[in-house]
């Protein structure tokens, strides 16, 4: 299997945490994916409409629109395939969790504070893309 460039991919992120957000926007975007941010649910919504990504990572705790009424809503037909990533600050039991992870699209539940290597495995594994350090250890074509 060939894996792709993560500079072809988009990433949504989204999340009410200004810090978090850029935190997560730098890591993203340091390992060579195109990133776009919302700050909630509602911006979440509108952007993938604009222009659907390749994934999202989402904060299941916003205000107005959380995570998950923003899941609910990815359930149409046009954008039930996106693949999530949901993260979270709360400690929430594990029903709840089996719950979101029965949604068709949720890959992953990340508890934060975000281990950036559990995220950028999840992505990379995900995406099928190679990590930007694969190239060099790669030998030169023939």
Do not use: W
Not at 82 to 104: L, Y
């Amino acid at each position: 299997m060939e894996l792709a460039n993560p500079k072809d991919k988009l990433i949504l992120i989204a999340d009410d945490d200004a810090d978090v957000l850029s935190f997560l926007e730098t890591v993203v975007s340091s390992e060579g994916f195109k990133v776009v941010c919302a700050k909630n649910g509602e911006e979440t919504l509108k952007k993938v409409g604009e222009n659907p990504p390749d994934l999202i990572i989402a904060d299941l705790m916003m205000p107005g629109q959380g995570g998950y009424e923003v899941l609910r809503q990815l359930q149409a037909a046009e954008t039930r395939k996106i693949p999530v990533v949901m993260i979270t600050a709360s400690h929430i039991n594990d029903s709840t969790v089996q719950m979101i992870r029965q949604e068709a699209n949720v890959l992953e539940f990340i508890s934060k504070p975000v281990q950036i290597h559990v995220l950028l495995t999840a992505l990379h594994h995900y995406l099928e893309t190679y990590p930007p350090d694969i190239k060099k250890l790669r030998p030169p074509p023939r």
